[in-house]
């Protein structure tokens, strides 16, 4: 018995565009801006298509866009599934925990990497208020060191 196909990446996109079809970030912006940044960062940082499954879909069960169980039985490989797990802080979570999983799971590391860069991207943060561009560059901060990201 043949497995079932994989979702080709325009599919992963298209399904992660719709998922966050209503979703702007901190800034008002289009969310399916920011998952975008993200996959062309990993792809830039050689990235493969795993990863860059991944990168679409990052934020989609941390923000409800999509659920776990969804992700159970989503056409995606082993690989991408526990990517976007890792990626998902868990309410009350340590800061410290999280990027143990991430270090601890195979490609993680690479799509966060590409997360944190367009997160803490200065025309982006230009866009925020001080104190919310204060308490992010300081949470992006911690995090490139705990994951060991320069």
Request: proline share 5%; net charge neutral; aromatic share 4%.
């Amino acid at each position: 018995m043949n497995p079932a196909p994989i979702l080709p990446l325009t599919e992963v996109e298209a399904l992660a565009r719709r998922a966050h079809a209503t979703r702007t970030d901190k800034a008002g912006r289009p969310y399916a801006e920011h998952l975008k940044a993200v996959a062309d960062g990993v792809r830039a940082r050689g990235g493969d298509e795993e990863q860059i499954a991944a990168a679409w879909l990052h934020d989609a069960v941390e923000d409800d866009a999509l659920s776990e169980q969804w992700l159970a039985r989503a056409a995606l490989t082993p690989r991408t599934k526990a990517i976007v797990l890792a990626l998902t802080k868990r309410a009350d979570e340590p800061k410290e925990a999280y990027a143990e999983r991430i270090l601890a799971t195979e490609g993680a590391r690479l799509v966060k990497e590409a997360d944190l860069a367009h997160n803490a991207d200065p025309a982006r943060l230009a866009l925020l208020d001080d104190t919310t561009r204060a308490r992010l560059t300081e949470k992006y901060t911690v995090m490139r060191a705990l994951l060991g990201i320069r």
